[in-house]
């Protein structure tokens, strides 16, 4: 069985946020709603967060490898003093350790009260023109979403009648079963059909959304772009995802930039690369060009018995740095370029230039 430390891609002596953070990312490139998305990979990925994001599961894990998550062995000091198997014929109630078991025995479960939670993330992608990147842009999408219902204001109750508390939970928002494994029966709590975890529910659903407090929409929102986005940077428009039900936070979007090549520019990092051909005579008797950057034009001193290859650096005529003030160099590369084709009079100099050894 792989590491969970492995499956997350952080070290050992990571942190909690750390461990946040590296989830988070990768369980947005494996969303199995999005395009391209693994379910088994997020399965596996949710399986990892949910013993190293707590200390006490992540302390067993570490002392006892996934023996602390399995029947018997040096486990049994993660369930107490069981001798093994010797509990198999008892009722327990396994609090958090019931959604370990959920995911071996396909069955929810966990003491933890339902809360409600915010909207779904959604996740773009945007082409943008090379100089945009640079100097920055503003750009619209056009999004498929679900937004709060105005009618019930994201309460999915019809306006002026109350939300009750559900009869079936008592306002728990969870009801309690009992399921039998290969271990014995295991009690655990599940969310609440009735109300579906809320605790409450309305007396008279809103007849606009029928409950649950959202309606799809598509809107047009503004993107601004910052100078200086590296391609496969993400944006987030934060509170601009999906509304969450019954009046939860919306979620977040997140928008990768992808950048068109330039057919003139290089980019490496904040610094880029033009390439420019100079002659064989500006080479070895020196010149002064002029060199296109992005935002104009600007002379360079060529001096004489320049090499091939030679990188001129521009300073401050590059990318724009994101996090502070400033911006990367401009590199100019020089390309001396051999004629295919001369004329009479130009073979006979160079001859010439050939027999005095140059």
């Known amino acids: 069985m792989k590491d969970y430390y492995d499956i997350l891609g952080v070290s050992k002596t990571a942190s909690d946020d750390e461990i946040k953070k590296a ?15 693994d379910e088994a990979k997020f399965k596996e990925l949710n399986e990892a ?8 599961k992540r302390a067993q894990y570490d002392q006892f490898g996934h023996a602390a998550f399995s029947q018997g062995g040096a486990a049994g000091s993660a369930w107490g003093n069981t001798g093994g198997y010797g509990f198999n014929t008892a009722d327990f109630d396994m609090g958090d350790l019931g959604d370990i078991f959920g995911d071996f025995f396909g ?7 339902e809360h409600v939670a915010k909207g779904e993330d959604l996740a773009f992608e945007m082409i943008v023109d090379f100089n945009d990147s640079l100097f920055g842009a503003k750009r619209e999408i056009s999004v498929a979403r679900t937004v ?9 109750a019809e306006p002026g009648s109350p939300i009750e508390t559900c009869a079936r939970c008592q306002g728990s928002g969870q009801v309690m079963s009992i399921h039998r494994t290969l271990i014995g029966n295991i009690q655990t709590s599940t969310k ?4 579906k975890g809320q605790g409450r529910k309305p007396k008279h659903v809103c ?7 959202v309606l799809k929409e598509r809107s047009t929102l503004e993107v601004n772009i910052p100078p200086g986005i590296s391609d496969g940077g993400t944006l987030r428009l934060g509170g601009q995802g999906n509304a969450g039900l019954y009046g939860a936070p919306a979620g977040d979007i997140y928008i990768t930039i992808r950048i068109r090549p330039d057919k003139i520019f290089a980019r490496h990092g904040n610094d880029l690369v033009v390439r420019v051909p100079i002659s064989f005579t500006q080479a070895v008797l020196g010149d002064t060009i002029t060199v296109s950057a992005p935002d104009g034009a600007y002379e360079v001193q060529i001096p004489a018995g ?10 401050g005529l590059g990318v724009p740095y994101t996090n502070r003030s400033g911006r990367g160099d401009l590199l100019v590369h020089t390309d001396i370029i051999v004629p295919k084709h001369i004329s009479r009079q130009q073979r006979a100099l160079l001859e010439q230039l050939r027999d005095e050894k140059l």
Do not use: E, I, W
């Not at 989830?23 to 998305?37: E, I």
């Not at 069955?107 to 009260?113: I, L, M, Q, S």
């Not at 609440?192 to 109300?195: A, I, M, Q, S, V």
């Not at 320049?306 to 300073?315: S, V, Y």
């Open 192 to 195: 609440c059909p009735d109300c």
């Open 207 to 213: 007849r606009t959304c029928n409950g649950p407090g």
């Open 148 to 156: 709060s219902c105005g009618h019930c204001q994201g309460r999915g």
């Open 107 to 113: 069955f929810g479960g966990g003491r933890r009260k």
């Open 49 to 56: 967060y949910q013993v190293l994001s707590d200390s006490q």
């Open 23 to 37: 989830f988070r990312k990768l369980a947005h490139q494996h969303h199995p709603d999005k395009k391209g998305g």
């Open 306 to 315: 320049t090499a091939n290859g030679t990188m001129f650096r521009l300073r």
